[in-house]
């Protein structure tokens, strides 16, 4: 008996010195905080945040549940890799895709809602002049109204001001051309924002700059109306004009002008009669191929568009549309007319990709950056981007990267430029941002913002670019997502 009592003992002792020791807890989380792999923000529930001083408007959060400034204070590079899967839908962006056409008198604030809610986001305005030295006030209020409804729609136009409404209809002297150009700047150079271009009017039969009855169709007065344009509308603005042959002697004439190196990278085209014949109804001169091949060096990185007006059986057709605009490098299309014309493009069945081709599209292919850092490190972030559209944008726009969780937000602007992402290529693109030495430890998500240029639209997300991804866009703050799940740790 006192045998098995000594045995029993000598079990007892034994079996609890194998008994492995805990640590406290909050080291053993520390650890893991710091080895953790990113995970996808998928599978972490997301809460809707406050705006901030940095970030106005609401935006989705970062992960409901952030660690402690604690538990980030060992970090470990990681470097991440991802892949993005390309939109199922077809995307709408700012100044390019499908257009409607309405005029001034016919345009309320109301119109406006209607066309952004089915998903526009431009129209051709035309504004009919009256033939009187002192344009109306009532004129004025008119283009103000519609221009605050685009603000809050989401819509910029292709403006247009005429004084003929048909061909037999008549125009108006240069003198009071030019006054009216100069009556109108103030009110243009206001509303920039929400103007994408102009189309070079005012002359002639539909304002495009052929049968004058004042006898303006010629170079020297095409050229002094430009020229006003030019010079009192806004420096950065963009005017689209009727034909190449057009261009190419207007800036013949004024190539001895002020300032007249910049005026070639301001003038587009458009056409208003594309494929209705094999000129589309004298758009283009002998040699056809020539001009063509004259907007075709230029149309990528300049505003192009216009109309379809009659059916010609040779040339109106999927096959020549898809080339032409590609060619040329079309950003933008008259939805209603001619709706003989659109209705061939859908039975043959390259309507939806006309939709989605015109102007840019921008859709990310991968992206790479070291997601743990310190606070004052530089970050380095490379991407690829694929231009699927016909063009790329005209206007230059800030690409900004955005750092940002719950409770803070922190943007770095960059010097990358979307007018370089050509169609047809895969661009790659590197910047490295610098991390705040006063930046909150924690966890946060990485986005790129492409906003509108202007001030005013600035933090307005209808009018910042969406790229043409599943899974990446928050449409309330136009932030395009990259990565949730950077670990900033205290220095």
């Given at each position: 008996?006192?045998?098995?009592k000594t045995?029993?003992?000598?079990?007892?002792?034994?079996?609890?010195?194998?008994?492995?020791?805990q640590?406290?807890?909050?080291?053993?989380?520390?650890?893991?905080?710091?080895?953790?792999?990113?995970s996808?923000?998928?599978?972490?529930p997301?809460?809707?945040i406050?705006?901030?001083?940095?970030?106005?408007?609401?935006?989705?959060?970062?992960?409901?549940?952030?660690?402690?400034?604690?538990t980030?204070?060992?970090?470990i590079?990681?470097?991440?890799?991802k892949?993005?899967?390309?939109?199922?839908?077809?995307?709408?962006?700012?100044?390019?895709?499908?257009y409607?056409?309405?005029?001034?008198?016919?345009?309320?604030?109301?119109?406006?809602?209607?066309?952004?809610?089915t998903?526009?986001?431009?129209?051709?305005?035309?504004?009919?002049?009256?033939?009187?030295?002192?344009?109306?006030?009532?004129?004025?209020?008119?283009?103000?109204?519609?221009?605050?409804?685009?603000?809050?729609?989401?819509?910029?136009?292709?403006?247009?001001?005429?004084?003929?409404?048909s061909?037999?209809?008549?125009?108006?002297?240069?003198?009071?051309?030019?006054?009216?150009?100069?009556?109108?700047?103030?009110?243009?150079?206001?509303?920039?924002?929400?103007?994408?271009?102009?189309e070079a009017?005012?002359?002639?039969?539909?304002?495009?700059?052929?049968?004058?009855?004042?006898?303006?169709?010629?170079?020297?007065?095409?050229?002094?109306?430009?020229?006003?344009?030019?010079?009192?509308?806004?420096?950065?603005?963009?005017?689209?004009?009727?034909?190449?042959?057009?261009?190419?002697?207007?800036?013949?004439?004024?190539?001895n002008?002020?300032?007249?190196?910049?005026f070639?990278?301001?003038?587009?085209?458009?056409?208003?009669?594309?494929?209705a014949s094999?000129?589309?109804?004298?758009?283009?001169?002998?040699?056809?191929?020539?001009?063509?091949?004259?907007?075709?060096?230029?149309?990528?990185?300049?505003?192009?568009?216009?109309?379809?007006?009659?059916?010609?059986?040779?040339?109106?057709?999927?096959?020549?549309?898809?080339?032409?605009?590609?060619?040329?490098?079309?950003?933008?299309?008259?939805?209603?007319?001619?709706?003989?014309?659109?209705?061939?493009?859908?039975?043959?069945?390259?309507?939806?990709?006309?939709?989605?081709r015109?102007?840019y599209?921008?859709?990310?292919?991968?992206?790479?950056?070291?997601?743990?850092a310190?606070?004052?490190?530089?970050?380095?972030?490379s991407?690829?981007?694929?231009s699927r559209?016909?063009?790329?944008?005209?206007?230059?726009?800030?690409?900004?990267?955005?750092?940002y969780?719950?409770?803070?937000?922190?943007?770095?602007?960059?010097?990358?430029?979307?007018?370089?992402?050509?169609?047809?290529?895969?661009t790659?693109?590197?910047?490295?941002?610098?991390?705040?030495?006063?930046?909150?430890?924690?966890?946060?998500?990485?986005?790129?913002?492409?906003?509108?240029?202007?001030?005013?639209?600035?933090?307005?997300?209808?009018?910042?670019?969406?790229?043409?991804?599943?899974?990446?866009?928050?449409?309330?703050?136009?932030?395009?997502?990259?990565?949730?799940?950077?670990?900033?740790?205290?220095?």
């Amino acid at each position: 008996m006192a045998l098995n009592k000594t045995l029993l003992l000598f079990f007892v002792l034994f079996s609890c010195s194998c008994i492995p020791v805990q640590g406290p807890r909050n080291s053993a989380r520390s650890q893991e905080a710091s080895e953790a792999t990113p995970s996808k923000s998928a599978s972490v529930p997301l809460a809707p945040i406050a705006p901030t001083a940095s970030m106005p408007g609401p935006i989705v959060a970062a992960p409901a549940i952030t660690p402690t400034p604690a538990t980030l204070s060992s970090p470990i590079t990681k470097t991440y890799t991802k892949s993005y899967l390309p939109s199922k839908t077809s995307i709408t962006n700012p100044e390019r895709g499908l257009y409607s056409q309405t005029t001034l008198s016919d345009t309320t604030p109301g119109k406006i809602k209607t066309l952004a809610g089915t998903g526009l986001t431009l129209m051709r305005l035309l504004v009919n002049l009256p033939r009187v030295t002192t344009l109306p006030s009532s004129l004025f209020n008119s283009l103000e109204n519609a221009f605050l409804a685009s603000r809050q729609y989401g819509i910029k136009s292709i403006l247009r001001f005429r004084y003929s409404v048909s061909s037999s209809d008549g125009d108006a002297p240069l003198w009071m051309i030019e006054g009216h150009i100069e009556d109108l700047a103030p009110l243009m150079q206001k509303y920039a924002d929400v103007i994408s271009t102009f189309e070079a009017g005012f002359i002639g039969a539909w304002g495009e700059w052929h049968s004058s009855t004042n006898d303006l169709s010629n170079t020297q007065d095409r050229a002094a109306v430009l020229h006003s344009m030019l010079t009192n509308f806004p420096q950065d603005s963009f005017i689209q004009i009727r034909t190449p042959m057009y261009k190419k002697d207007v800036l013949n004439y004024l190539a001895n002008f002020p300032d007249s190196e910049t005026f070639p990278r301001r003038i587009g085209h458009y056409n208003d009669c594309f494929l209705a014949s094999d000129s589309d109804y004298g758009t283009y001169a002998s040699p056809v191929s020539s001009w063509k091949d004259f907007i075709a060096k230029e149309g990528a990185t300049l505003p192009v568009g216009g109309e379809t007006c009659r059916v010609y059986a040779p040339r109106t057709n999927c096959q020549t549309a898809l080339f032409e605009m590609a060619m040329l490098g079309w950003d933008q299309l008259h939805q209603d007319y001619n709706l003989d014309v659109i209705n061939i493009f859908k039975a043959q069945g390259c309507w939806n990709e006309i939709k989605d081709r015109l102007g840019y599209q921008f859709q990310l292919g991968s992206m790479k950056l070291v997601t743990t850092a310190l606070a004052g490190d530089k970050m380095e972030l490379s991407l690829s981007v694929n231009s699927r559209g016909f063009a790329t944008t005209f206007k230059k726009r800030p690409l900004l990267v955005v750092l940002y969780n719950e409770t803070r937000s922190y943007k770095f602007s960059t010097s990358i430029d979307t007018r370089t992402w050509f169609p047809g290529k895969l661009t790659s693109q590197s910047t490295t941002i610098t991390i705040p030495k006063e930046v909150i430890p924690g966890i946060y998500r990485l986005g790129i913002m492409l906003p509108d240029p202007s001030e005013e639209l600035a933090s307005n997300s209808r009018f910042s670019i969406r790229f043409s991804n599943e899974g990446t866009w928050d449409g309330n703050s136009g932030i395009n997502i990259l990565f949730d799940g950077i670990e900033i740790f205290e220095k």
